[in-house]
Every structure is written in structure tokens, then in C-alpha cells.
């Protein structure tokens, strides 16, 4: 019985993360997200109901559009499978259960939140809004203190502005934390309480590391900035060293030294970039909250 469930759940992940697919694109342009049908956005010729089986079509169309064969967005069997999974997941940790409910839907609105982060760098705060009110009624049908929910809400938010105001000693022009992760992190206090999105920022911070590293990295690459790279490799290979070898003070001062001229040459980018240095949180804090709930 257990297992029907289990790909019941899957079948509608798959197709919420369809639908997701339709409400990250068209949210922000102001589309109706029921109507119209779905079109490709390149000719604007509607689709088949066959075009829209998540995943399956993107397999069987080979990534390409029936008519005119543009590229379609890797983002949609990307986003399908992931919300599969992540509502099977709840299911296995908390059954059936109110927990899954809540789980489920806070898992949905980060990963709406997520997909307008990565592409349009914008979020919708109303959502974030929503699962805050959301997150108390959860306390209070746990039959947790509303208070923490509460202290939660504050912490998360606080933390994230007090962090982006002190952005502006580096970078006075440039706000380096959007607005809405102030909003999210809120929300996210709703359900996990003072203590769990203290955790749950910690987690954030190191995914965004994990996350915006790479890009970063890159960017600098292109951009010819050596030292960075050379420091950040170095970096990596002391820290590997040190975990495996020598866990003594030579290779402890190593990782420090070049940790320290790691972030001094990042934080000197980072004012001469400008702008250019917004990297969204929100994917950040989503992964941050995956972590928290399923490890
Ligand atoms: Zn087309």
C-alpha cells in the first residue's frame, strides 16, 4: 500500500513541478497562469497535450520543440523531477502525516521563489508572506509555541537585513542581499523557530559558498584574475591536506594565511565589481532548509 502511495505522490510531484515549470515563467511577466495554453515561447505554436508530459516529453522530443525545433529549456525536466522528488522525500521522512502537508508546501514555495532567483534575479514576496502565515498555523497545530514561530520570523529577517546593510561597508552603492531573501528567511523562522533557522542560516550560508564559489571562480577565470584562482586552489588543496594528513599548526597556519588572502582578494573584486557581484540567495536558504529538514 505504502509503495502506491509513494508513486502516487511522485506522478503529482512531477506534475506540480509542471506547473511550477508555467508559474516561474509566466508569474513574473504578469501572464495569466491558466490561461493561455501552453505555446512554445520561441514560435508561439500551442502544444500538444502529449508536449506537455513532464519529462517523458522532454526525452521523447529530444530537448526540441515539435515544430520549430528551438532548444527547450533544460529548467523544465530539471524542476519536474526535482519537485518528484523532494515530495517523495517528505513523504518518506514524515508519512502521512500534517508534517508532510506543510512540508510539501513550503517545499513548492521555495521552489517557485528559487526558479524566479535564478532566472529574472527577482522574487515574489507575497509568496514568502504567505508561507509565513503559513508556518504559524503550523507551530500552533504542532502545538509548538507560536512565540518561537514568532522569534523566528524575527531572527530570520533580522539577520538577513542587519547582513545586508553591513553589505554596504564594502559596497556602498550595491546592496549585496536582495530584498526578498530578507522575506524568505522570515518565513522560514515561521516554521523552524529561533533556533532552527539560526541552523538553518548556517546551512544556507555554506550552500551558497558551495553554490556561488564555482560561479564566481569562473567568472574570475574569464576575466584573467589569476591570483584568485591560483589562492583558491591552494586553498582547496590545504584544507585537503590538512583533513587527511598533517593536522598540525604548519598546516593549520597554512589554511589560514591563504584562506585570509583568498577573502581579501574576493572582498576587493567584490567592491571593484559593483553590481555585478548580486548572486540570488534564495537558492542558497532553499538548500540551506533541505538540508535542515531531511538530514
Ligand atoms: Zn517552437
Known sequence: ?????????????????????????????????????????????????????????????????????EKISIQYPIV???TMILFAAAYLKFGISIETIFAIILLSGLIIMTGTDIKEKL?????AIALAVLGVIFSYLRVESITDSLLGIAAGALIIEITARLGYLFTPKVRIMGEAD????????????????????????????????????????????????????????????????????????????IGILLSISVLKNI?????????PFVPALAAGTIYFMFF
Open 1 to 69: 500500500m505504502d509503495s502506491y502511495i509513494l508513486i502516487l505522490i511522485c506522478i503529482v510531484g512531477l506534475c506540480m513541478g509542471s506547473f511550477f515549470n508555467v508559474v516561474i515563467l509566466r508569474s513574473l511577466s504578469g501572464e495569466s497562469i491558466v490561461f493561455p495554453a501552453s505555446k512554445c515561447p520561441k514560435c508561439g505554436h500551442k502544444l500538444y497535450p502529449w508536449h506537455n508530459i513532464p519529462v517523458l516529453s522532454y526525452i521523447f522530443l529530444r530537448g526540441k520543440c515539435h515544430f520549430c525545433k
Open 271 to 279: 567592491k571593484n565589481e559593483g553590481d555585478r557581484t548580486y548572486l
Open 182 to 257: 530578507t522575506y524568505v528567511a522570515g518565513a522560514l523562522g515561521a516554521f523552524f523557530g529561533l533556533k532552527g533557522i539560526c541552523i538553518v542560516l548556517v546551512y544556507s550560508v555554506i550552500a551558497s559558498m558551495i553554490l556561488a564559489l564555482p560561479i564566481y571562480l569562473y567568472n574570475r577565470f574569464k576575466n584573467n584574475d589569476k591570483v584568485t584562482c591560483i589562492l583558491f586552489i591552494l586553498f582547496v588543496l590545504s584544507v585537503l591536506v590538512f583533513k587527511t594528513a598533517f593536522q598540525n599548526w604548519y598546516t593549520v597556519s597554512a589554511v589560514g594565511i
Open 80 to 82: 519536474e523531477l526535482l
Open 123 to 127: 522574487v515574489d514576496c507575497n509568496i
